[in-house]
């Protein structure tokens, strides 16, 4: 399904004392299948338009064209295009709530009316997907580490599986090495069942590393999108966005001051920059 916001502007409490425009006149598409990372600093409207997408807000102006659903502010019955949108909240170890980890996952797949055999399938599976070990299933939720929780909330969500997966701020509070996993389980998933992700982030190295398709937010607006590289070659403008360029970047460019061929700055991944500086080596320059 092709995402569209056209115009789409979104004021909290329109007509109280408390109006505050959250979004302004949002022109963005998304193609069916990409990876998008929605960047920028705290207060940006990333959440709000998150929420727009997941049909949870109504746009107070505009459209959002969802494949064949338009959503703007009258929009009513958005029930069916929900169920098809996945939303992994910030914090979603907190909306935790049954009694097993199993019957927390069934939570979803029960909503949609799958039948029994279905629901234990796709349990299963979700638990596969996130790495949980089968006989975590008759656990309370409540009794797991912090980082498990994160997991059984994230796998309730893929065992709706989505068409569209909205990931706010999915790695905040966990450990390096629990962001590096879960990051890696979001990419394979990604590439498995090819549904369009919306990925909310204050982390460079995670949009750079993941994403397809970049968006650039400050003050309610979307100030640029594009590859990753388009967006984090230019480090004076997303200063001025309150952001900075991914870690890498910032090595391949301090390098690439003391190299006659330089690095490509299109490298995000550690381990890619490690291979080529490893065959420079091999080669003697
Ligand atoms: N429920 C709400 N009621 C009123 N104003 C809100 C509400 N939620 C967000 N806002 C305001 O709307 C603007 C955009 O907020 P939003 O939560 O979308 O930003 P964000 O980019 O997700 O920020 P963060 O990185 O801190 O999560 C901010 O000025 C915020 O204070
Ligand atoms: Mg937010």
């Not at 995670?206 to 590289?229: F, H, N, W, Y």
């Amino acid at each position: 399904m092709e995402i569209s916001f056209k115009d789409v502007t979104y004021t909290y409490f329109t007509g109280t004392p408390f109006e505050h425009r959250a979004l302004q006149d949002i022109n963005v598409q998304f193609k069916q299948g990409t990876y998008v990372a929605v960047i920028g600093k705290t207060g940006s409207g990333k959440s709000t338009l998150v929420q727009l997408l997941a049909g949870l807000l109504l746009p107070t102006r505009g459209v959002l064209q969802v494949g064949d659903t338009r959503i703007h502010s009258r929009s009513k019955k958005l029930g069916e295009y929900r169920k098809r949108v996945g939303v992994v909240f910030q914090y979603p170890e907190h909306q935790l709530f049954e009694e097993t980890v199993a019957k927390d996952i069934a939570f979803g797949p029960n909503n949609l009316g799958c039948d029994v055999a279905e629901i234990e399938h796709r349990v299963t599976e979700a638990m596969v997907w996130m790495g949980l070990s089968p006989d975590l299933r008759d656990r309370s939720p409540f009794e797991l580490s912090g980082g498990q929780m994160r997991r059984v909330a994230i796998a309730g969500v893929l065992a709706m599986r989505p068409d569209i997966l909205i990931l706010d701020e999915p790695t905040a509070g966990l450990d390096h090495l629990g962001q590096r996993d879960l990051l890696s389980i979001l990419k394979r998933f990604h590439q498995h069942f090819g549904c369009t992700v919306v990925h909310v982030t204050h982390n460079m190295n995670e949009a750079a590393e993941l994403a397809e398709q970049v968006v650039l937010m400050s003050d309610g607006k979307v100030i640029a999108t594009g590859r990753p590289v388009e967006i984090f070659r230019n480090l004076p403008y997303l200063q001025v966005s309150g952001l900075d360029v991914p870690d890498v970047t910032k090595w391949i460019m301090s390098l690439n001051e003391k190299l006659s061929t330089p690095i490509s700055t299109e490298i995000y991944e550690l381990s890619t920059l490690a291979d080529e500086l490893v065959h420079r080596w091999r080669k003697g320059s």
